[in-house]
């Protein structure tokens, strides 16, 4: 009887955050799937992030979480498109997915422009830990996803739920 690989996740984060994102997916990871084998890498900037995961995948990695926190500055949104698309070239190259974690601090900001360093530590604690789970089910048990199509998940925040007619503007017959 054929035994089955143990599946390896890759978490690649970055220096450049405000948050240990790497840390809390690893934590995530360990305690819910702990036959799991994590490899975890850190870069500098969400910029790195795409050759860090396209190279772990090609050295035998099933699947990548890109960790990523982005600045609040317009030149920062502009970098991360950026890094977002060479993420999404890894992932054509390596035929593997990735999933991108990323977090802009600008979803923390406060009305006087400030950011709320307690909302952006829960904010990405949550996305990390919800996006981990994402990972290891499109990898292992895919029929969960499918059981969560259409509920509006969120990641990062709660979930909106369902679309419903009455909260959609939309009139009852």
Same mark, same amino acid.
């Given at each position: +009887? ?12 970055? /220096?450049?955050? /405000?948050?240990? +994102? ?19 890498? /850190? ?15 090609? *050295?035998?990695? *099933?699947?990548?979480?890109?960790? #990523? ?13 950026? %890094?977002?698309? #060479? ?28 950011? *709320? ?14 996006? $981990? ?15 969560? $199509? #259409? /509920? ?17 503007? %939309?009139?009852?017959?």
């Amino acid at each position: +009887m054929a035994s089955k690989k143990t599946p390896v996740i890759a978490v690649v984060d970055t /220096t450049f955050s /405000t948050v240990n +994102m790497g840390k809390i997916a690893v934590d995530e990871l360990k305690k819910s799937y702990p036959k799991i084998r994590v490899i975890r890498h /850190t870069v500098p900037g969400f910029k790195d992030l795409a050759v860090e995961c396209q190279r772990l995948l090609k *050295d035998g990695a *099933d699947i990548a979480l890109a960790l #990523g926190m982005v600045g609040s500055a317009p030149i920062d949104t502009q970098c991360a498109h950026e %890094a977002s698309i #060479g993420v999404q070239m890894a992932k054509m190259n390596t035929n593997k997915h990735i999933i991108e974690v990323f977090v802009h601090m600008k979803e923390s900001e406060r009305e006087d422009g400030s950011i *709320d360093e307690q909302d952006l530590l829960s904010l990405t604690e949550d996305r990390v830990r919800k996006h $981990a789970h994402n990972a290891v089910w499109l990898l292992i048990s895919p029929e969960k996803l499918v059981e969560r $199509a #259409g /509920t509006g998940r969120r990641q990062g925040r709660e979930d909106v739920g369902p679309a419903q007619p009455e909260r959609r503007g %939309a009139k009852n017959s």
